[in-house]
């Protein structure tokens, strides 16, 4: 396994989420240039050169917030990111994930977004907010089971989007797992 131990690394019952790190690189660029994997995500499918501006952002994130990106490892294997980062496009702390397509079925998404969405809150986050198509409904089922609320929606280069948040004072203080 690339990623490393940390303060910050979260163990749940079948995943370890450990936060993004330069080790990290060769597999995050990889999940972020397959469009299967990213296509959908914010900003789209990443070249080499992005994803490493992306990885200095998400470490400066981590350095300043003490929350971020994590990498998802099932028994040493890379399965995807999950966590928060600043959404670009003005909306708050946003919890995202995106997984390889092989990952995809076995409740891994649920379980790293979950962990990733409580350790947020546990570290004073306020608000989370999670943006995703309306069809895409495996991400929209999956904010949902963990406690997000659909709150507003607007359109996106012709894609209703959806978009959920937490509110850290109305949340159940309880890990949601499968």
Not at 152 to 163: P, T, W, Y
Not at 164 to 174: H, I, L, M, P
Request: charged content about 20%.
């Amino acid at each position: 396994m690339v990623g490393s131990s940390s303060l910050y690394s979260i163990k749940t019952a079948r995943l370890l989420l450990t936060p993004v790190n330069w080790q990290d690189m060769a597999h995050i660029s990889q999940l972020k240039a397959d469009a299967a994997s990213f296509g959908q995500m914010l900003g789209g499918v990443r070249n080499r050169l992005e994803a490493e501006q992306d990885m200095a952002e998400d470490i400066s994130f981590w350095a300043q917030h003490k929350v971020g990106i994590f990498t998802i490892w099932q028994q040493e294997q890379f399965v995807g990111i999950t966590g928060l980062h600043q959404r670009p496009d003005g909306r708050g702390i946003g919890l995202r994930f995106a997984l390889w397509a092989w990952a995809r079925g076995k409740g891994y998404a649920r379980e790293a977004a979950s962990a990733a969405l409580w350790f947020g809150h546990g570290q004073g986050i306020e608000r989370i907010v999670a943006v995703a198509r309306k069809e895409n409904v495996a991400s929209c089922t999956i904010l949902g089971s963990i406690g997000m609320q659909l709150c507003n929606s607007f359109v996106r280069a012709g894609h209703i989007m959806q978009v959920y948040e937490s509110d850290r004072s109305q949340a159940k203080q309880k890990i949601l797992y499968p």
